[in-house]
C-alpha cells in the first residue's frame, strides 16, 4: 500500500480513479496539496459508485412518491407503507465487478452488504433475491463464474438465515467480460421504529461496531467505478471476504440496540467504509464528525489512517449513540461477541476532521464532500430505432412443438431448478412461493397479508430500444405481481451500463431512466431506492443495456392468491390482451432463427394497467386460482410451464387469426396473461372484460397428460419436463466445472 506522505502525482491521482480536473476542483475547494488520506478519502466520495455524477440529474426525473411512501431514494433502503403499522423496507445493489475477479466472495459480499441497508433501518430482513447476467454458455469463463456465484449467494445467504425466494438468470455473449450480480434484499419493521442515518446534534459518541477492520476491499468502489481491462484479475485484493454468521451476529445485536432506545443515527459500512459511512451520518445532519483511528478495531497490525478509511471490511456498523446508553450498548455487543469502540464524536463546525497517533490526517468540509462532487450533464446520443420485423418475414418452424421444446431446453428459458435448489426458499417458514412463478410470496407476520416479490429486465430490449425496454421492464414487474394477485406497490431498481464516457452508452441510460420513469408515472409504482452500476465493460466491449427492476406487490388476504400450475381438468383457458404476433427482438427469433434484431415489442402502458386491474380483480373476488404472465417466448412457452407446474395437460384448439401461428404462439407482445377458469363462468368473464375494453379469448382447455397444439402431434407433459429441466443440470456437471476452472 501506499506510504504516509508520497508526493501528489498525476500518475497518483489517476491510480485513485480522479480526472486532472476533478483533482483541480477538490484541491481549490480545501486551498492546499491534500494528503495521501485525503486524496483517497475523495476518490471514494467522489467516485461513480459514490456519488452517481454521470447519473443523478437524469435520476431527479423518476418518481419517488406517493401517499404509501415512507421513504425514498435518498437513504440505505426505500421504505413503504404496508398497513397495520408495518413497513416493508428493501433495496437492491450491485456487486458486478468483484464476482468477475472473485465470484464467490464478490456474490457472498454483495448479498451480506444489502442485508446490512436493510436491517441498519430496523427492519428485520425476511427475504432476498438476485438477478445474475452470465456471459455465453460457450465462453471459458461462464461454468466458473456461474458456480462461484451462485455458490457465493448461497453460501452467505443460507448461513445468515434469509429465504432466497426468486430472481432471474439469463445469459449472453455481451457478459462475457463483465457478468452482473445484482442483489435484493427485503424486510418488515414497524412505522414508528425505522431507523435513519442522519445524526442530529453536536459533542455525539460516534460508535464502531461489528467485525475488526483489515486490508480487504481497499479501493473497492474506485474498482466498481472503472472498466475492465486484461489485467482485471490483478484488482483481486479489492473483493471483500464476507462472514455470514457474523452478520447474523451483527442483525440481532443491532436489533436489540435499536429496542433499547440507544440509537440516534445508523449507517452501514458498505462502499468506501469507514469514509462513505461517516460522511453521510454528518453531512446529513448538518453536522461535523471528528474521528480517531487509534480507537478503531483492527485485525490486522501497523494499518495506516490511509487503510483504514477505505478499507471495505464486511459486517461492520457506524453509530451515532444516545450517551446515557453506552454502558447498555456495550453490554449488548460484547454479549453477542462483536466489537464496540467508541471512535469519534459529532461536532459544530462542519469539518470532517481523522486523526491517528496524535497528528491530523484529514481535514476536510463534510457537506462539501458530497454537495461539490462533480455532476455530469454528459453529451450523449439516441439509440437509433430498429425496423419493425414484420411476422411473415420470419420463417415458421417445420412443427410448434419441435421449435416449442428447442425453446424450453434453451439456456434463457429453461427451468432455473439447478440454482433454486442451492439456496434455502423456506427457511423462517413464511415463503408461500419460492423460485419458479410469476412472483415470490411472502406471509408477513402471521398473516393474512402477504408481499409479492420479482425481480425483471429485459436486456436485449433495452439494447434495441432502451426507451420501450426500460418502460417494458417496469410494466413485466408490474405484471409479474399482478399474475399473483398482489397490488404493486413500489419498485427499487439497479442500472447496469458501460462507461458514460460514450456518448452512445449514456444515451441508453437517459432513455431507459426516462422510459423507467414513464411506465411508473402510468402504473402507479414509484421508485424508492436503487443502484447504478457503470464501466460495465472490458477492453470497450460494454454488456447490454440492463435496467433491472425490483418489485413489491401487496396482497391483504393471502388466501386470494394465483399461481402458475394448472391445478384442475377441464378449465377453460383464457387469453387476457391483444396478440399481434409481435417477433423483433423475441427468443423465438434468436433460438430459432439465429437472429438478434428489429425493434422490440411497444409497451402499452394504458392497456397494461387496464388488462392487470381486470386480472388482479379476478384472483382477488376468488374466480381465478392460476394466472401467468406472458413475457419470454410468448404464449406457447407459458402454456408449456403452466403445465409442466401442474402434471396437467391442455388442448390448445383456437386457431390463429391476423398473422401466422408461429408469430401467434411465440410473439412476445406485452400486456397478456393466460388463466384457468371454470367452463361455467367463461362466457361471463369474456363479456365482462368487453365491457371494460379488455380482449379476453378462449384458446382452449386444461386436461390430461398432453399438450396438443391445434392439429399437431401432442406432446407429453413428461417431455416437456424433460426438456425444460435438463439444460442446466448437464450445463453444471461437477466434471465440466472442475474441467473448465
Given at each position: 500500500?501506499?506510504?504516509?506522505?508520497?508526493?501528489?502525482?498525476?500518475?497518483?491521482?489517476?491510480?485513485?480513479?480522479?480526472?486532472?480536473?476533478?483533482?483541480?476542483?477538490?484541491?481549490?475547494?480545501?486551498?492546499?496539496?491534500?494528503?495521501?488520506?485525503?486524496?483517497?478519502?475523495?476518490?471514494?466520495?467522489?467516485?461513480?459508485?459514490?456519488?452517481y455524477?454521470?447519473?443523478?440529474?437524469?435520476?431527479?426525473?423518476?418518481?419517488?412518491?406517493?401517499?404509501?411512501?415512507?421513504?425514498?431514494?435518498?437513504?440505505?433502503?426505500?421504505?413503504?407503507?404496508?398497513?397495520?403499522?408495518?413497513?416493508?423496507?428493501?433495496?437492491?445493489?450491485?456487486?458486478?465487478?468483484?464476482?468477475?475477479?472473485?465470484?464467490?466472495?464478490?456474490?457472498a459480499?454483495?448479498?451480506?452488504?444489502?442485508?446490512?441497508?436493510?436491517?441498519?433501518?430496523?427492519?428485520?430482513?425476511?427475504?432476498?433475491?438476485?438477478?445474475?447476467r452470465?456471459?455465453?454458455?460457450?465462453?471459458?469463463?461462464?461454468r466458473?463464474?456461474?458456480?462461484?456465484?451462485?455458490?457465493?449467494?448461497?453460501?452467505?445467504?443460507?448461513?445468515?438465515?434469509?429465504?432466497?425466494?426468486?430472481?432471474?438468470?439469463?445469459?449472453?455473449?455481451?457478459?462475457?467480460?463483465?457478468?452482473?450480480?445484482?442483489?435484493f434484499?427485503?424486510?418488515?419493521?414497524?412505522?414508528?421504529?425505522?431507523?435513519?442515518?442522519?445524526?442530529?446534534?453536536?459533542?455525539?459518541?460516534?460508535?464502531?461496531?461489528?467485525?475488526?477492520?483489515?486490508r480487504?476491499?481497499?479501493?473497492?468502489?474506485?474498482?466498481?467505478?472503472?472498466?475492465?481491462?486484461?489485467?482485471?484479475?490483478?484488482?483481486?485484493?479489492?473483493?471483500?471476504?464476507?462472514?455470514?454468521?457474523?452478520?447474523?451476529c451483527?442483525?440481532?445485536?443491532c436489533?436489540?440496540?435499536?429496542?433499547a432506545?440507544?440509537?440516534?443515527?445508523?449507517?452501514?459500512?458498505?462502499?468506501?467504509?469507514?469514509t462513505c459511512?461517516?460522511?453521510?451520518?454528518?453531512?446529513?445532519?448538518?453536522?461535523?464528525?471528528?474521528?480517531?483511528?487509534?480507537?478503531?478495531?483492527?485485525?490486522?497490525?501497523?494499518?495506516?489512517a490511509?487503510?483504514m478509511m477505505l478499507?471495505?471490511?464486511?459486517?461492520?456498523?457506524?453509530?451515532?449513540?444516545?450517551?446515557?446508553?453506552?454502558?447498555?450498548?456495550?453490554?449488548?455487543?460484547?454479549?453477542?461477541?462483536?466489537?464496540?469502540?467508541?471512535?469519534?464524536?459529532?461536532?459544530?463546525?462542519?469539518?470532517?476532521?481523522?486523526?491517528?497517533?496524535?497528528?491530523?490526517?484529514?481535514?476536510l468540509?463534510?457537506?462539501?464532500?458530497?454537495?461539490?462532487?462533480?455532476?455530469?450533464?454528459?453529451?450523449?446520443?439516441?439509440?437509433?430505432r430498429?425496423?419493425?420485423?414484420?411476422?411473415?418475414?420470419?420463417?415458421?418452424?417445420?412443427?410448434?412443438?419441435e421449435?416449442?421444446?428447442?425453446?424450453l431446453?434453451?439456456?434463457?428459458?429453461?427451468?432455473?431448478?439447478?440454482?433454486?435448489?442451492?439456496?434455502?426458499?423456506?427457511?423462517?417458514?413464511?415463503?408461500?412461493?419460492?423460485?419458479?412463478?410469476?412472483?415470490?410470496?411472502?406471509?408477513?407476520?402471521?398473516?393474512?397479508?402477504?408481499?409479492?416479490?420479482?425481480?425483471?429486465?429485459t436486456?436485449?430490449?433495452?439494447?434495441?430500444?432502451?426507451?420501450?425496454?426500460?418502460?417494458?421492464?417496469?410494466?413485466e414487474?408490474?405484471?409479474?405481481?399482478?399474475?399473483?394477485?398482489?397490488?404493486?406497490?413500489?419498485?427499487?431498481?439497479?442500472?447496469?451500463?458501460?462507461?458514460?464516457?460514450?456518448?452512445e452508452?449514456?444515451?441508453?441510460?437517459?432513455?431507459?431512466?426516462?422510459?423507467?420513469?414513464d411506465?411508473?408515472?402510468?402504473?402507479?409504482?414509484?421508485?424508492?431506492?436503487?443502484?447504478?452500476?457503470?464501466?460495465?465493460?472490458?477492453?470497450?466491449?460494454?454488456?447490454?443495456?440492463?435496467?433491472?427492476?425490483?418489485?413489491?406487490?401487496?396482497?391483504?388476504?393471502?388466501?386470494?392468491?394465483?399461481?402458475?400450475?394448472?391445478?384442475?381438468?377441464?378449465?377453460?383457458?383464457?387469453?387476457?390482451?391483444?396478440?399481434?404476433?409481435?417477433?423483433?427482438?423475441?427468443?423465438?427469433?434468436?433460438?430459432?432463427?439465429?437472429?438478434?434484431?428489429?425493434?422490440?415489442?411497444?409497451?402499452?402502458?394504458?392497456?397494461?394497467?387496464?388488462?392487470?386491474?381486470?386480472v388482479?380483480?379476478?384472483?382477488?373476488?376468488?374466480?381465478?386460482?392460476?394466472?401467468?404472465?406472458?413475457?419470454?417466448?410468448?404464449?406457447?412457452?407459458?402454456?408449456?410451464?403452466?403445465?409442466?407446474a401442474?402434471?396437467?395437460?391442455?388442448?390448445?384448439?383456437?386457431?390463429?387469426?391476423?398473422a401466422?401461428?408461429?408469430?401467434?404462439?411465440?410473439?412476445?407482445?406485452?400486456?397478456?396473461?393466460?388463466?384457468?377458469?371454470?367452463?361455467?363462468?367463461?362466457?361471463?368473464?369474456?363479456?365482462?372484460g368487453?365491457?371494460?375494453?379488455?380482449?379476453?379469448?378462449?384458446?382452449?382447455?386444461?386436461?390430461?397428460?398432453?399438450?396438443?397444439?391445434?392439429?399437431e402431434?401432442?406432446?407429453?407433459?413428461?417431455?416437456?419436463?424433460?426438456?425444460?429441466?435438463?439444460?442446466?443440470?448437464?450445463?453444471?456437471?461437477?466434471?465440466?466445472?472442475?474441467?473448465e476452472?
Open positions: 500500500m501506499f506510504d504516509n506522505n508520497p508526493e501528489i502525482t498525476p500518475e497518483l491521482i489517476a491510480a485513485h480513479g480522479l480526472k486532472s480536473d476533478e483533482y483541480e476542483r477538490f484541491a481549490a475547494l480545501i486551498a492546499r496539496t491534500p494528503t495521501l488520506t485525503e486524496l483517497g478519502i475523495v476518490s471514494a466520495m467522489w467516485n461513480e459508485h459514490c456519488s455524477k454521470s447519473s443523478r440529474i437524469h435520476l431527479r426525473n423518476l418518481p419517488t412518491k406517493a401517499p404509501h411512501v415512507i421513504q425514498g431514494p435518498g437513504e440505505n433502503a426505500g421504505v413503504i407503507d404496508i398497513g397495520d403499522g408495518d413497513a416493508a423496507i428493501f433495496k437492491m445493489e450491485s456487486h458486478n465487478h468483484p464476482s468477475y475477479i472473485e465470484p464467490y466472495q464478490g456474490a459480499t454483495g448479498v451480506g452488504g444489502i442485508l446490512r441497508d436493510v436491517f441498519t433501518m430496523g427492519a428485520r430482513p425476511i427475504a432476498a433475491m438476485n438477478a445474475l452470465f456471459g455465453a454458455p460457450d465462453h471459458l469463463k461462464t466458473h463464474l456461474v458456480a462461484g456465484v451462485v455458490a457465493g449467494i448461497g453460501g452467505y445467504g443460507n448461513s445468515f438465515g434469509v429465504p432466497t425466494v426468486g430472481g432471474e438468470v439469463n445469459f449472453h455473449k455481451s457478459y462475457d467480460g463483465n457478468c452482473l450480480v445484482n442483489a434484499a427485503l424486510g418488515i419493521a414497524r412505522t414508528d421504529a425505522i431507523f435513519y442515518a442522519k445524526a442530529t446534534a453536536p459533542g455525539l459518541p460516534i460508535v464502531y461496531l461489528g467485525s475488526k477492520t483489515g480487504d476491499g481497499i479501493h473497492g468502489a474506485t474498482m466498481a467505478s472503472a472498466e475492465f481491462d486484461d489485467k482485471s484479475d490483478e484488482k483481486r485484493p479489492t473483493v471483500q471476504v464476507g462472514d455470514p454468521f457474523a452478520e447474523k451483527l442483525l440481532e445485536a436489533l436489540e440496540i435499536m429496542a432506545d440507544a440509537v440516534i443515527a445508523i449507517q452501514d459500512m458498505g462502499a468506501a467504509g469507514l459511512s461517516a460522511v453521510e451520518m454528518g453531512a446529513k445532519g448538518d453536522l461535523g464528525i471528528e474521528l480517531d483511528l487509534d480507537q478503531v478495531p483492527c485485525r490486522e497490525t501497523g494499518m495506516t490511509y487503510e478499507s471495505e471490511s464486511q459486517e461492520r456498523m457506524l453509530l451515532v449513540l444516545k450517551p446515557d446508553k453506552e454502558e447498555t450498548a456495550r453490554a449488548i455487543f460484547t454479549k453477542w461477541g462483536l466489537d464496540f469502540a467508541i471512535i469519534g464524536h459529532t461536532t459544530d463546525d462542519l469539518r470532517f476532521r481523522v486523526l491517528h497517533h496524535g497528528a491530523v490526517m484529514a481535514d468540509p463534510i457537506k462539501e464532500l458530497g454537495d461539490e462532487a462533480p455532476l455530469y450533464n454528459r453529451p450523449y446520443v439516441p439509440t437509433r430498429q425496423a419493425v420485423v414484420r411476422p411473415e418475414d420470419v420463417p415458421a418452424p417445420a412443427s410448434l412443438g421449435a416449442l421444446m428447442t425453446l431446453a434453451s439456456p434463457d428459458l429453461c427451468s432455473r431448478r439447478w440454482v433454486a435448489e442451492q439456496y434455502d426458499s423456506v427457511i423462517l417458514g413464511n415463503t408461500l412461493a419460492g423460485p419458479g412463478g410469476d412472483a415470490a410470496i411472502i406471509r408477513v407476520g402471521e398473516g393474512p397479508k402477504a408481499l409479492a416479490l420479482t425481480c425483471d429486465v436486456p436485449r430490449y433495452c439494447q434495441a430500444d432502451p426507451l420501450y425496454g426500460g418502460r417494458q421492464a417496469v410494466a414487474a408490474w405484471r409479474n405481481l399482478t399474475a399473483v394477485g398482489a397490488t404493486p406497490l413500489a419498485i427499487t431498481d439497479n442500472l447496469n451500463f458501460g462507461s458514460p464516457e460514450r456518448p452508452i449514456m444515451g441508453q441510460l437517459v432513455a431507459a431512466i426516462r422510459g423507467i420513469g411506465a411508473c408515472r402510468i402504473l402507479d409504482f414509484p421508485v424508492v431506492s436503487g443502484n447504478v452500476s457503470l464501466y460495465n465493460e472490458t477492453n470497450g466491449q460494454a454488456i447490454m443495456p440492463t435496467p433491472t427492476i425490483g418489485g413489491v406487490g401487496l396482497l391483504p388476504d393471502l388466501s386470494r392468491r394465483a399461481g402458475i400450475a394448472f391445478n384442475r381438468e377441464g378449465d377453460t383457458l383464457l387469453l387476457i390482451g391483444e396478440t399481434v404476433g409481435w417477433l423483433g427482438q423475441s427468443l423465438y427469433l434468436r433460438e430459432i432463427c439465429a437472429r438478434e434484431e428489429g425493434s422490440p415489442p411497444p409497451p402499452h402502458l394504458h392497456t397494461e394497467k387496464r388488462n392487470g386491474d381486470f388482479r380483480d379476478l384472483i382477488r373476488a376468488g374466480e381465478v386460482t392460476v394466472c401467468h404472465d406472458l413475457s419470454d417466448g410468448g404464449l406457447l412457452i407459458a402454456l408449456a410451464e403452466m403445465a409442466i401442474g402434471g396437467i395437460g391442455a388442448a390448445i384448439d383456437a386457431r390463429p387469426h391476423g401466422p401461428p408461429h408469430a401467434v404462439f411465440f410473439g412476445e407482445d406485452q400486456a397478456r396473461y393466460v388463466i384457468a377458469v371454470d367452463s361455467n363462468a367463461t362466457a361471463d368473464i369474456i363479456a365482462r368487453r365491457d371494460l375494453g379488455v380482449a379476453v379469448a378462449r384458446i382452449g382447455t386444461t386436461g390430461g397428460e398432453e399438450l396438443t397444439i391445434l392439429d402431434p401432442p406432446i407429453k407433459v413428461a417431455a416437456l419436463k424433460a426438456a425444460h429441466e435438463g439444460w442446466f443440470p448437464a450445463f453444471m456437471t461437477p466434471s465440466a466445472i472442475t474441467q476452472s
